[in-house]
């Protein structure tokens, strides 16, 4: 049975504390400073991307809720309950039907047997991973054929490709690099809009040490925590660019700092109704 939360493996170097795994920087991106990949997140502002790829038409528009733990992810998408105007289709990498991640395992397996025979094998966490991103395409495009307005991400392709940067980058030229790009080639040709959901430092802290869910860095020092969090939304950065750069992505922001559920539901909905409609 697959694990509904994947962890870093616990025999992985971790800091003094042991509570911040040392993220390794992925060899296909040694080259590039930092200045660059923030360069690439100052091109995240509500808007429309150039599409470069082949125009694939979105029967229904998808739209992924990304953002660090504590940012308000789960209260938008319960937000989006609440619109008696639309009908939305749910889904995630969790809890996906087996003949789908059946499915995905046989489509995966030439690729792990490549990889495992030139020694570049992978944890199964990584491997577990990505068959659920598999699967969750197959169940994306089954909800493509259902009467509804919107197909709602939480955890999705874009937090996907983001967890395995941050815990298991790919080595340049791998069996597993090549992986990662056919993968943001596919959901460029489905992900219709990303609402990136964010709040400041403090604010993301303070959540995630008073909410009652667990998290790796609930006990962990402010800085820590804070350290953390910069990781994710640094691979969210390369993420959504590698996606904005494959296809036509529509990314928008939200704020959650002091602002009520009802409140970010408003702006939720006024964001979103262009693809409601089909703009």
């Known amino acids: ?73 789960s209260t938008l998408t319960e937000a989006l309950h609440t619109c008696r105007s639309c009908t939305t289709v749910d889904l995630s990498l969790w809890n996906l039907p087996r003949p789908l991640l059946l499915a995905s395992a046989l489509e995966l397996s030439p690729r792990v047997a490549v990889a495992t025979l030139s020694g570049n094998w992978a944890h199964a966490s990584k491997l577990a991973q990505m068959l659920r991103m598999g699967a969750l395409r ?45 993968t943001v080639r596919s959901w460029a040709t ?16 303070h959540r995630i040490r008073t909410r009652a869910k667990a998290h790796p860095v609930k006990d962990c020092s402010d800085q820590e925590i804070n350290d953390f969090t910069a990781r994710f939304r640094l691979a969210f950065t390369q993420v959504v660019g590698d996606l904005a750069n494959a ?22 909905r006024a964001a979103l109704r262009g693809s409601l409609h089909g703009r």
């Not at 493996?9 to 400073?33: F, N, V």
């Not at 991400?153 to 990662?180: C, K, Q």
């Not at 990136?196 to 403090?202: F, I, K, P, R, T």
């Open 247 to 268: 296809g036509k992505i529509r990314v928008m922001k939200i704020r959650t700092d002091d602002v009520t559920p009802d409140a970010m539901a408003i702006r939720l």
């Open 190 to 205: 489905r992900l219709h809009t990303v609402v990136w959901v964010d709040a400041a430092d403090a604010t993301i802290v």
């Open 1 to 73: 049975m697959i694990p509904r939360h994947p962890t870093p493996d616990p025999a992985a170097p971790l800091t003094a504390s042991r509570c911040m795994p040392k993220i390794q920087t992925a060899p296909r991106r040694a080259s590039e400073a930092p200045e660059r990949l923030a360069g690439r997140g100052a091109h995240i502002k509500e808007g429309v991307f150039p599409r470069h790829a082949l125009r694939v038409e979105r029967l229904t528009p998808t739209v992924e809720i990304i953002g660090p733990a504590g940012a308000g992810k």
């Open 138 to 182: 197959r169940a994306v495009s089954r909800a493509h054929r259902q009467n509804t307005d919107l197909i709602v991400l939480d955890e999705g392709p874009v937090f996907g490709l983001t967890w395995l940067d941050v815990f298991h980058p790919h080595a340049s030229g791998s069996e597993w690099a090549e992986w990662r790009t056919a």
